[in-house]
């Protein structure tokens, strides 16, 4: 007890340095609040301001867009044509000489110098190789003494005949020795004949050793050069050609051969026109000969024979062509370049480029419209229209693919620089407000 006569306490005294002590509150509870506020904010902000930027980008680009929509297409047209054209059928051909003959010595003998340039043109029976011939004239000459020889012996032994035919009929001779006589007359007439036969021999032989050419044609290349011996029938000295006239083999599919067979039998004439690789360039005309006498199994094809004149000689031995077989000719056909038909939904159509007021035609301009078109047929790089244009209408054959209808276009012929038109300046602009506004020119 202290001198108060109050009881004293245990509790250290109060420190007059430390903090004031107060009441815990409840701010944590709000600030946490207010952070997701300002975090949902921004975010907020952040959605709005993507939205914002998109909603401008589609309308620059929707500017953009009809801007260019505006603006004329270059395509290139060409026009649609009415004129003759032949109905034909497509097929690969090898040019193939009409006549062929690789050249043979039939007898053995030495080369002598050839008598003919390579690559000239020769005609049947002209020499053009010869094979030294003196072995085959000593053959023909001892011939033709065995016959002057045996001749010689016949005239005796008839003579003989005769003497002993008079002492026969006198009672002199015997009748054995008679028919002696008479048997070696026969025997010296036996070897006459066969000397004959060695004598044609020889001299045919002889005449082997001339070679002469069996069929007018172009000589090639000589195989053998002149020295070398050569054996009978063994080896190859030179090959003809011939080229006037040549022919050339193509097939066909078998389900192409009744209406071919057909028009062969009833016109016994077909046209047949040769084109180059690149079936472009025409090279020759000719007719069809006839075709093979079966089909092939592993193919399902014919092959025919087309016979040319060639008399320009632009076809050549083991050339390849493109065949077009020529079944009816179309006197009026209306034709389009086949880069101008197009397939769709409603079926094959073309674009069509109809200009715009006088001077459309003068400098090109135009709009594009789509037209139905009929094919009858394509042949090649063209294509036969039965209905769907007129003569002289322009389709177009290039730039296509970014037309619509109704759509302004700038129109060039085919085969010339497609004029190109600038397109309007469009690019956003910053406001004073940092936000992006479309621009574009003005009327």
């Known amino acids: 007890m202290s001198a108060e006569g109050l009881p004293q306490s245990n509790l250290p005294a109060p420190n007059p340095f430390d903090p004031p002590q107060q009441p815990p509150a409840r701010t944590g509870f709000w600030v946490r609040i207010l952070v997701y506020l300002v975090l949902v904010a921004g975010l907020g902000l952040i959605v709005w301001r993507i939205h914002r930027n998109q909603q401008l980008s589609a309308q620059i680009s929707a500017t953009q867009a009809a801007a260019l929509a505006s603006q004329p297409i270059p395509v290139q047209v060409a026009a649609a044509e009415q004129k003759p054209m032949p109905i034909f059928l497509a097929a690969l051909g090898t040019v193939t000489p009409y006549m062929s003959v690789t050249v043979k010595a039939r ?6 110098p050839v008598k003919f340039t390579e690559g000239q043109q020769v005609l049947e029976g002209q020499t053009i190789l010869k094979i030294d011939p003196r072995p085959y004239q000593a053959a023909l000459d001892q011939a033709r003494g ?53 004598i044609e021999t020889a001299q045919l032989q002889l005449d082997w050793c001339s070679i002469q050419s069996p069929i007018n044609g172009r000589i ?11 054996t009978a029938n063994t080896t190859n000295l030179v090959i003809i050609n011939q080229f006037q006239p040549i022919a050339v083999y193509f097939t066909l599919p078998e389900n192409d051969l009744p209406q071919v067979m057909r028009k062969l039998a009833a016109d016994r004439r077909l046209l047949v026109d040769a084109y180059d690789r690149g079936d472009q360039v025409k090279l020759a005309s000719g007719t069809l000969l ?44 209306l034709v389009v370049p086949s880069a101008a038909i197009q397939s769709g939904i409603q079926g094959t159509f073309v674009w069509v480029i109809d200009s715009v007021g006088s001077t459309g035609a003068q400098d090109g301009s135009g709009t594009a419209r789509v037209q139905p078109v009929k094919v009858a047929l394509t042949e090649g790089p063209v294509t036969i229209l039965d209905s769907g244009l007129k003569p002289g209408q322009n389709v177009v054959i290039d730039g296509a693919d970014r037309l619509r209808a109704g759509q302004a276009v700038l129109a060039t012929a085919a085969g010339q620089k497609p004029a190109r038109s600038a397109a309007p300046a469009v690019a956003p602009a910053q406001t004073s407000g940092g936000q992006a506004t479309p621009t574009g020119n003005k009327p």
């Open 290 to 333: 006839t075709g093979d006498n079966q089909i092939d199994t592993t193919t399902g094809t014919e092959k025919l024979k087309a016979v040319f004149d060639n008399r320009d000689q632009s076809l050549f031995p083991n050339q390849f062509v493109n065949i077009h077989l020529v079944l009816e000719e179309r006197p009026s056909a």
């Open 146 to 198: 065995n016959l002057v020889h045996d001749e010689a012996l016949l005239k005796n032994a008839q003579a003989e005949y005769a003497r002993y035919k008079a002492l026969f009929d006198a009672g002199v001779t015997s009748k054995e020795t008679l028919d002696a006589d008479e048997a070696s007359q026969g025997q010296y007439q036996g070897a006459i004949a066969a000397d004959k036969a060695a």
């Open 107 to 112: 007898v053995s003998g030495e080369l002598l």
């Open 220 to 230: 090639g290349l000589r195989l053998v050069d002149p020295g070398n011996i050569i």
